[in-house]
């Protein structure tokens, strides 16, 4: 079942797995051990009822966030919360069940801004701009991500028990279009064409974008959303 926003719906299957299940301890990932400060964990329990979207809990030994919940009281029976959860380390999705005013832990993740720097073989280098420290993501951790990644972009990367669990790039990314059919003038309304910018990626855009026009696109859905 699919649970969007507190309802009930058909679903589809679950998401595919992860590569971060490939990422190791700082020796394989990370350029040096990680700061004390970021391998202590404090744990925290949250209350089932207290459960929302977006929500960080461990489960069975591993950190999974809430993708969609439904709280169920029916006729007969105790109450209980319904969640779709999905697995940082591995990427799956599952359903899962708790009583409600059951107490779960709160999975500790934290997150640290790193610029993204360069590309080196099929890693990707981000850095810390204050220690100069150097976090590695493999390209198949990257994954589609990597069409909307441009040098010097800004990210947050998350840190659960101080290994990489996963990154998030910024919600709104401005790229220059390098390739695309001549534009129609900005009167022109309705019409659509591809565009390449310079990560490669190819973006659908008004017909008024010309190449080197630098335009806002939605990282999420890889939609434009406007010129810059």
Request: glycine share 8%; aromatic share 8%; proline share 6%.
């Amino acid at each position: 079942m699919d649970l969007r926003h507190g309802h009930l719906s058909p679903s589809g299957a679950t998401a595919p797995p992860s590569s971060f299940a490939q990422l190791r301890r700082p020796s394989s990932c990370l350029a040096g051990p990680r700061p004390l400060r970021s391998r202590l964990t404090r744990v925290y329990a949250l209350s089932s009822n207290d459960i929302r979207v977006g929500s960080n809990l461990e489960v069975d030994g591993a950190p999974w966030k809430v993708l969609e919940f439904l709280h169920v009281k029916p006729g007969k029976g105790a109450a209980f919360v319904r969640t779709k959860m999905r697995n940082y380390i591995t990427g799956n999705t599952v359903d899962k069940t708790f009583r409600a005013g059951s107490t779960i832990p709160e999975a500790s993740i934290s997150k640290e801004t790193k610029q993204f720097t360069y590309k080196d073989g099929a890693q990707f280098v981000f850095m810390d701009l204050t220690t100069f420290e150097e976090s590695r993501l493999n390209e198949s951790d990257v994954g589609d991500r990597q069409k909307w990644l441009k040098e010097g972009m800004d990210c947050n990367l998350l840190y659960w028990n101080g290994r990489i669990i996963d990154f998030d790039l910024p919600i709104t990314v401005r790229l220059t279009v390098t390739d695309t059919d001549p534009g129609q003038g900005d009167s022109a309304q309705g019409g659509t064409k591809p565009a390449t910018v310079e990560t490669g990626a190819v973006v659908t855009v008004p017909s008024f974008v010309n190449v080197g026009d630098d335009i806002l696109i939605d990282s999420r859905t890889g939609q434009y959303m406007n010129r810059a």
